[in-house]
RNA sequence: GCGGAUGUGGUGAAAUUGGUAGACACGCUAGACUUAGGAUCUAGUGCCGAGAGGUGUGCGGGUUCGAGUCCCUCCAUCCGCACCA
């Protein structure tokens, strides 16, 4: 018997379009570009999971959906081929990290080759390769050259900046950047190379500035914060503190207001919009200065979003690390003092922000003098201040800030009330409405016009002005890896100097461990002269890029990917311009997708691209857990309780390999050769001799054997039933368990469908006849609700209808041509392979289905003369009755009142009201 | 702690603007068929109840003729938090 035979029609389809290269794509300005985008993977050695895919059949689906409709579909795919995990792998091993990285991508694309999609792979790109990075280094260093101008609003290329200098020397300079004592033109030209440079650090969008790493002495490392684990390393386990490093970062600050403002033009969601916004956290204040008493010319700088509670204010915190501390604290406090800020500096950021229960501080034994009241108020160090945040000190108002209050009752400091009539016995009162009382000037002023008047004051007495702050901080820009891209950077004197174009890339130079030296600096510091294929100044920078380097532009590279002159031709980023739909995970919500945005947002200011926004659509898709299986030992023992019974023992779960069940039941025979100490296990069974398995959902991960591939099901099922399955699974942005026990049902699905088409040999059985009214109504039915759905991007609903539509057509008998030859087109986005097949079956040319339109709806087939009514009394559905639909309200009203159900339900009341809704609903009200 | 998301049958879910809750599948129960299959077909399947009927979308309130959908309160789970990518 000749059934639908997956493993053959899909090798037969995967070799056609290979061999036609069907899927590549080239610029037609004849028609209109959708840019269609996948976040791309790093490639990690264990593969592709059925997580992966999602949003990959995602993509694909809706670029075939919009090939078919007459789009010209950018489809690409590669990837972000830097990464830690490649490069602790080499650390243990001592293998080059280009060899695991490009072993894992020939995995990868052996895994998405089976799966169908409609990649253009001649765009392929990885971050790893030079010829990819060479660009990286190019656009590192056009951020180097610029800077970002306020006047205008966008960045410039530094020349204009020294241009600046030398006519008017510091005077007048409207650009972000970090203070420097004032200077003239003529002061300017006689500043030698690096004075300039030391001046000019302050401006470019790529800097190097001081910044705070979480350092391990022992591993001799920076580690991640997802690396550390209660103040220890988790690999080893070793001490981490806090250090200083000179890191280059990058001026993100600069562009908060357009990230946030632009946010407004874009089609993601609320959710997405809202994280970016708190990431980039804008608050609109004042920034006040607090004079420390007998320590002349010392000022305490704070940032306050309520300046109108300054009355209220009965001390100030310093962040442990701020560089007043040591400064002035008084001889009693310091050894505590300094047994604190040791404390502090073992905590992560993290661990600072969350600990809220636990309040600690500790008083310097200075005071500063409040600008206003003239009164002498505590200076205490605390470590929820932070000082990457703000300026590192706060002025504490614990009637108005909770956290502010906990500090205060814990440690006993005043607590001065500035609201009138608010009880604040229990807790502090922070809403922002209200009036302000023993606040001299503010009194009686309800608290917005207090924040102004009190800025008002502020900046008449000349201790402070009103101030916007942001929660986004400059980017550290720097690892002290190996696995990352080299900068296109050397030294003289410590002073960085930039590469020539014409000799980049400059590309990673081989060294004999992936280790950091003995004294602490990053890996690339074992090179010597030779290593280096390019080597200029007294050494070359030894940092390397951050993983969002790469992938910050990647998107504009697939446009043009080969092109050796340019990181992309103006031609082709005209063409495609920026990505229509960008599907991926949310967990890229404040990193990737931020930087990308800023990035984005400087080439176009400098003139290279014609778009401020890299993603107009954005689609997160949800995470696929794993379904783990678990097997009850009896404790004590070897032998295995089946679920049903283990109450009656006392037992201990153990993950047991899902490969080795089925449908939650065990299988006995491979559960003893799956480890040695399964050999002798005995079991404890169902009555039938089953032995069933417990589940739960949980992250896919190898330790926990419930890592599904999409490799076996492939096998088993066909790569067209793995598309459907996984779009049947649920809407594409959430999150669920992945369960195989369904896929048997959209499998069935494609072979009932496949039966409309053949007999058994395998034969076309289609007719050339005029369809039934019936037929024509299933598919136009199908057509509205498939376009409907694939424009939402509802692609579960969609599932749905291909199954109604095929059973309806089945209990219909149909086999007209007209008809099953418009669904196969339908259904081509979800099902390649198998589509291809019926449509080459059904006598047309091998692989011109994509030459064809997508089906186009028909009203008139769906033009209905009656309705069935649902009739419900108080909101309650009772029966249900049809009627013309050309009836009108009273006339069905009365025909309803006649009717015996009507009378039973009425229960010989009058209804107090009727409400008919013509073609939904009627409801009596009683 | 801050921020975001999600809660509907035994399971995955559907219900697009407030209008028949549970479409479509999985699983399960019973039956038919027989080249004994991961096949196909038929009927049933939210819960309680013999039935009439009652009840039901995480909990508790509210708005409405009518709430899974809107509003308020609470609870639970998951994700992110700046060197994982």
Redesign the pocket.
């Given at each position: 018997?000749m059934?639908y035979n997956f493993r053959e029609i899909e090798k037969k389809w995967i070799k056609f379009w290979s061999e036609n290269k069907s899927y590549r794509t080239v610029e037609d300005s004849s028609k209109k570009k959708y840019y269609v985008l996948d976040?791309?993977?790093?490639p990690s050695g264990a593969g592709l999971h059925v997580g992966h895919p999602l949003g990959y059949i995602a993509s694909d689906v809706i670029a075939r959906y919009k090939k078919l409709s007459g789009f010209n579909v950018l489809h690409p795919m590669g990837y972000?081929?830097?990464?830690?995990?490649a490069?602790q792998y080499a650390i243990q091993t001592g293998q080059h990290p280009a060899i695991t990285t490009n072993r894992n991508i020939d995995r990868y694309r052996e895994q998405l080759d089976q799966m169908g999609f409609c990649y253009d792979w001649e765009r392929e790109v990885k971050?790893s390769s030079p010829k990819y990075y060479k660009w990286t280094q190019w656009i590192f260093k056009q951020l180097f050259n610029a800077y970002y101008d306020l006047d205008s609003n966008r960045t410039k290329n530094i020349d204009q900046l020294v241009d600046h200098f030398e006519k008017n020397g510091s005077d007048g300079i409207k650009a972000y950047g970090d203070e420097h004592d004032k200077f003239t033109s003529y002061e300017w030209k006689n500043f030698n190379i690096e004075e300039k440079e030391q001046i000019l650090q302050c401006y470019r969008i790529a800097y190097l500035s001081e910044?705070q790493?979480?350092w391990c002495p022992k591993l001799g490392?920076?580690?991640?914060?997802?690396?550390?684990s209660n103040g220890l390393s988790i690999r080893g386990g070793y001490p981490v503190e806090q250090k200083v490093?000179r890191?280059w970062s990058m001026r993100?600050k600069a562009y908060a207001e357009r990230l946030l403002n632009d946010l407004d033009g874009l089609d993601w969601?609320?959710?997405?919009k809202?994280?970016q916004?708190?990431?980039?956290?804008k608050s609109v204040g004042a920034a006040v200065s607090f004079e420390v008493a007998n320590h002349k010319g010392e000022y305490i700088e704070v940032f306050t979003t309520r300046p109108d509670t300054i009355f209220g204010v009965t001390f100030l915190v310093l962040a442990p690390e701020h560089e007043l501390v040591m400064k002035i604290v008084n001889d009693s406090q310091s050894e505590a003092v300094k047994n604190y800020v040791k404390e502090t500096s073992s905590k992560?950021?993290?661990d600072r922000?969350?600990?809220?229960?636990n309040i600690t501080g500790e008083f310097t034994g200075a005071f500063a003098i409040h600008p206003f009241t003239g009164n002498q108020i505590p200076i205490w160090i605390g470590d929820y201040v932070l000082s990457?945040?703000g300026t590192g000190a706060v002025m504490s108002v614990p009637c108005g800030d909770?956290?502010d209050y906990l500090f205060a009752k814990r440690f006993d400091i005043d607590i001065v009330n500035v609201f009138k009539d608010v009880d604040i016995s229990k807790s502090a009162y922070e809403d922002k409405t209200g009036t302000i009382a023993c606040s001299d000037f503010l009194n009686d002023l309800q608290i917005n016009q207090a924040i102004k008047a009190a800025i008002n004051a502020i900046e008449q007495k000349g201790i402070g002005k009103g101030k916007t702050n942001y929660?986004?901080?400059?980017?550290?820009?720097?690892?002290?890896?190996y696995?990352?891209e080299p900068f296109p950077v050397y030294f003289k004197n410590e002073t960085p100097y930039l590469i020539d174009d014409q000799n980049l890339p400059i590309e990673l130079p081989e060294v004999d461990k992936y280790l950091p030296t003995e004294d602490g600096e990053p890996p690339l510091a074992r090179a010597d002269k030779k290593q280096w294929k390019h080597m200029e100044g007294d050494r070359m920078d030894f940092?390397t890029m951050?993983?969002?380097a790469?992938?910050s532009w990647y998107f504009l590279r697939y446009m043009d990917p080969h092109n050796e002159k340019e990181f992309v031709s103006k031609e082709k980023v005209d063409y495609w311009q920026n990505v229509d739909l960008y599907i991926g995970?949310?967990?890229?919500?404040?990193?990737?997708l931020?930087y990308s945005r800023f990035w984005t947002k400087c080439l176009y200011d400098l003139n290279f691209i014609p778009f401020n926004e890299p993603f107009k659509k954005l689609i997160n898709q949800?995470?696929i857990?794993g379904r783990s299986n678990f097997v009850y030992r009896i404790n004590g023992t070897n032998c295995y309780v089946s679920k049903t019974k283990i109450k009656e023992h006392d037992t201990t779960p153990i993950h047991v390999d899902i490969s080795i069940v089925?449908?939650d039941i065990l299988d006995q025979q491979k559960f003893k050769e799956w480890m040695p100490e399964f050999k002798d296990a005995t079991f404890i069974l169902e009555e039938n001799g089953d032995y069933i398995c417990g589940f739960e959902?949980e992250?896919m991960s190898k330790s926990k054997y419930n890592v599904q591939t999409p490799d076996e099901l492939v096998?088993?099922?066909g790569a067209d039933t793995l598309r459907l399955y996984e779009m049947?699974?649920?809407?594409i942005?959430?999150?669920?368990?992945w369960?195989?026990?369904?896929?048997?049902?959209?499998?069935?699905?494609l072979?009932?469908c496949w039966?409309l088409y053949c007999d058994a040999d395998g034969n076309s059985i289609l007719i050339d006849k005029e369809s039934s009214k019936e037929s024509m109504k299933t598919l136009h039915k199908a057509i509205?609700?498939i376009r409907?759905?694939l424009d939402?991007f509802?692609l579960?609903?969609c599932?749905?209808?291909?199954?109604?539509a095929?059973?309806e057509f089945?209990?219909q008998k149909c086999r007209n041509r007209d008809v099953l030859e418009q669904f196969v087109i339908l259904l081509a986005p979800y099902a390649p392979h198998f589509c291809e097949e019926l449509w080459e079956k059904i006598g047309n040319q091998s692989g011109t289905l994509y030459q064809s339109r997508f089906p186009v709806f028909n009203q008139e087939y769906l033009i209905e003369n009656t309705?069935?009514?649902?009739v419900?009394f108080?909101?309650?559905?009772?029966f249900?009755v049809e009627f013309p639909l050309s009836l009108k309200k009273d006339e069905l009203q009365k025909e309803l009142e006649k009717m015996d159900q009507t009378i039973?339900?009425l229960d010989g009341k009058e209804p107090?009201?009727v409400?008919i809704?013509p073609g939904?609903?009627?409801?009596?009200?009683i």
């Open positions: 018997m059934e976040m791309f993977p790093y972000d081929s830097f990464g830690l995990p490069e971050t910044s790493v979480n490392t920076v580690l991640a914060n997802d690396e550390i490093m890191q993100i969601t609320d959710s997405l809202e994280q916004k708190n990431w980039i956290g992560s950021e993290r922000q969350s600990d809220v229960k990457s945040y909770q956290r929660r986004l901080r400059d980017a550290v820009f720097s690892r002290q890896r696995w990352g940092n951050p993983g969002w790469g992938s995970g949310s967990e890229h919500a404040t990193g990737h931020l949800g995470m857990l089925k449908n959902v992250k096998i088993d099922f049947f699974l649920g809407p942005e959430q999150s669920k368990p369960d195989t026990k369904g896929i048997s049902g959209v499998h069935n699905f072979r009932k039966r509205k609700r409907e759905d939402r509802s579960n609903t599932v749905s209808t291909y199954m109604i095929v059973n089945t209990d309705y069935e009514y649902p419900s108080n909101g309650k559905m009772r249900k039973k339900w107090k009201k409400i809704v939904k609903i009627v409801n009596f009200v």
